[in-house]
């Protein structure tokens, strides 16, 4: 065999996955879409049609007043939208399970050059209240002054905010001169499990900033900024740029958002990963000696195993040990777990587990 031959045996059979729906591939109506937008030439940097279908589509589903703007990493999204809003010398509250806070490898810290006041929230949400009790009185120099909120919708624990919740929240931040800005990576779990539209969840209750999330529902290399404030949209294209996020051919994220936003493919996405979830977590609650840790309320379960029971486990499936003090595991469903994953997962599961204790 040549050296450029490639090689003859196929790949092995991945195992489930209930990691991460980063791991799901991209859905085959994005790279329907992809390819379709894969001919002839069309202005650069955004000027292309598909990109101005996009914008339109978003603008749809989040007001006449919603200015998007496409960008590679959910990373880049929170970075550039926070950025947005504060100046280095102010704070930014979030939960204390908030992906900026723990899982970005202090992005959000170093590039905005502000400060996290982080709130503990054992179910992944803050409250009004909490938030009024961040923001001190300020005597001129020696308190940090916090600038901007940050919520994610769907917490990183898989809970959800209410309207309502979002709504409360807001009013104290923008009664007291802060700005809103919501991680929406799973944005449309949340919306699908409360039954209301995308900006229900998140613009129309007065979040000002939000990073709408589309690699976790079926995209493979797009996330979108939505400015409903004017003014923090002001010179956007340029610091989109200059910190290496807009894309020459950017007709190919853009489309991504297409596929998603046409026919309800991010709510089919989003309602069936959340069943997928929901059966997951049906079936592990009924096991003795596993411990159903949070509210199941989007996609992500949290479960509680015996210590001796993980290693076998992550054989049957791919897993993440979310906290290892108290063995507690997350499994996340996406648009391509299966029922027939999930009941093995189960099964398999019971069996490890009595085993185990």
Known sequence: MSPTTPPTTPPTTPRPNFASDNWAPAHPEVMDAVVRANSGPVPAYGGDPYTHEAEALIKQHF?????????????????????????????????????IYT????????MTGSRILAIPAPNGKISAT??????????????????????????????IYTPDE??????????RGLYVHMDGARLANAAAALGLSLSN????????VLSFGGTKNGAFCAEAIVFMNEHLARDFVLRRKQ??????????????????????????????????????????AAIPGATITQL???????????????????????????NDANSELRLVCSFQTTQAEVDHFVSQAARIVAASR
């Open 201 to 208: 969840v998140s613009t129309d209750c007065g979040v000002d």
């Open 243 to 284: 910190a290496m996020q807009l894309a020459s051919k950017l007709r190919y994220m853009s489309v991504q958002f297409t596929a998603l936003l046409t026919n309800e493919l991010w709510l089919r996405n989003a309602r069936h990963a959340n069943a997928m979830a929901k059966r997951l977590s049906d079936g592990l």
């Open 63 to 99: 007001g006449a007043t919603a200015q998007p703007f496409f960008v590679f990493t959910g990373t880049g999204a929170n970075v550039l939208s926070l950025e947005s809003c504060i100046r280095p010398c102010d704070a930014i509250i979030c939960s204390d399970t908030a992906h």
């Open 166 to 175: 979002i709504n409360a929240i807001s009013h104290i931040a923008h009664e």
């Open 296 to 322: 199941v309320q989007a996609n992500e379960v949290f479960v509680a195993v015996p210590a001796s029971a993980i290693r076998e486990l992550d054989e049957v499936a791919s897993l993440h040990v979310w």
């Open 103 to 110: 899982s970005e490898w202090g992005a959000v810290e170093r």
């Open 130 to 159: 909490s938030v009024a009790d961040m923001i001190p009185v300020q005597d001129g120099h020696a308190q940090v002054r916090p600038g901007v909120v940050s919520l994610t919708q769907a917490t990183e624990y898989g809970t």
